[in-house]
């Protein structure tokens, strides 16, 4: 690892002015989990980084009931899976958050430091989508607000500018009889990155499904909203065999990547596993029948 200047600002406009300025010679750093090991295989070599750590606008968790969840960007993955707040209102949130990679990672990393990461394979940004996430950035030249489909823009891409940073999450309130559901593959229990990611929120009457939101990550460039899938639900009602029609229509409505972790072919096959059981968890359908092998 190279040396660098390490800097603390305090304000979102100070911080935007110092990444502005230095531009391509300096990174922002939250939690630094993956910031870190990129320096240290030198696939990155800033001469300054631009810790947001002192900014209090990028901290805490808080819930209304008009305007729902807000998650400063500074929240660590521990934070989110424990909070009192994300538990009641947003179980599949602390579920996932729960989950995320492994103890260490959790306790260091930051919601906002991984979706700018912008990973494929990581679990935060397919949940937030089936639950209609805006990010909120900020820098010297004010705030945007954009959908978490329009944040994530590529593999290993996103949105925001030069002098931008994530400031926030927003999580719209979720209506009453809305229930959701993260269910993740992992090839052996040593990983920590899944294969394969199915978040399914739903608002339902028994096994009567009035609104689904449906997405896949881990499989696919970026997390992928499925957007025929959560049509062909909305109004059923829900058993086995519709379970696995509608996991029919994820696996070919998605676009699979290929790479030394799978080929295409067999992630697709593992979304329409993971996205079967992701239903029927949901619906609370029977894993072992026939038709759910």
Do not use: W
């Not at 010679?25 to 001469?47: F, K, N, S, V």
Request: hydrophobic share 45%; with cysteine; charged share 25%.
């Amino acid at each position: 690892m190279r040396d660098f200047d390490y800097l603390e600002p305090t304000t979102v406009d100070e911080a935007s002015r110092m990444l502005g300025d230095l531009g391509d010679e300096c990174r922002a750093i939250a939690g630094g989990t993956a910031l870190m090991l990129g320096m240290r295989q030198r696939m990155l070599t800033p001469t300054h980084l631009v810790s947001l750590a002192r900014i209090e606008a990028l901290r805490g968790i808080d819930f209304d009931p008009r305007n729902g969840l807000r998650i400063g960007a500074l929240s660590r993955h521990a934070d989110v899976a424990n909070s009192a707040i994300v538990q009641k209102h947003y179980p599949v949130l602390a579920s996932m958050a729960s989950r995320v990679a492994n103890p260490q990672v959790r306790n260091q990393g930051t919601i906002g430091g991984n979706l700018c990461y912008a990973d494929p394979s990581t679990d935060p940004p397919g949940c937030l989508m089936a639950l209609d996430a805006q990010i909120v950035l900020g820098s010297a030249r004010g705030e945007r607000v954009l959908s978490i489909e329009e944040f994530l823009v590529d593999y290993y891409v996103t949105a925001l500018e030069p002098d931008e940073m994530v400031v926030e999450i927003r999580v719209p309130p979720l209506a009453a009889g809305t229930t959701g559901v993260y269910t993740r593959f992992l090839r052996t229990a040593a990983e920590h990155r899944p294969l394969a990611s199915v978040a399914l929120v739903a608002r339902r009457e028994g096994l009567l499904c009035r609104e689904a939101k449906l997405s896949v990550g881990a499989s696919t460039p970026i997390p992928t909203r499925l957007r025929r899938a959560e049509s062909f639900l909305e109004g059923r009602t829900v058993t086995a065999d519709i379970a696995a029609e509608v996991a029919d229509i994820i696996a070919a409505d998605i676009e699979p990547v290929s790479d030394a972790r799978g080929s295409a072919d067999f992630r697709r096959d593992m979304v329409r596993i993971v996205a079967r059981r992701t239903v029927a968890e949901l619906f609370g359908l029977d894993l072992n029948e026939g038709a759910l092998q």
